[in-house]
């Protein structure tokens, strides 16, 4: 048997979940990599968001 597929459209609430706290300034950082800034000396932190995929870094 193959899969079954929905042919309705995604409701408002489910289509945008969490992406009003985004937008808000609510992000959900989640780290990704950590490379060494030869330049600073320093280690940085890449976070990204896990609901919008916005990047930042951070020195430690």
């Known amino acids: 048997m193959g899969d079954i597929v929905t ?3 995604p ?4 289509k945008h979940s969490g ?3 985004c937008r808000r300034g609510f992000h959900k950082w989640k780290p ?3 490379p060494f800034d030869v330049k600073r000396g320093r ?3 890449c ?3 896990e ?3 916005r990047e930042k ?3 430690a």
């Open 51 to 53: 609901r919008c995929g």
């Open 43 to 45: 280690l940085v932190i």
């Open 7 to 9: 042919f309705r459209r």
């Open 47 to 49: 976070y990204r968001c």
């Open 19 to 21: 992406n009003t706290l």
């Open 57 to 59: 870094t951070d020195s």
């Open 11 to 14: 409701k408002p609430g489910r």
């Open 32 to 34: 990704v990599d950590k």
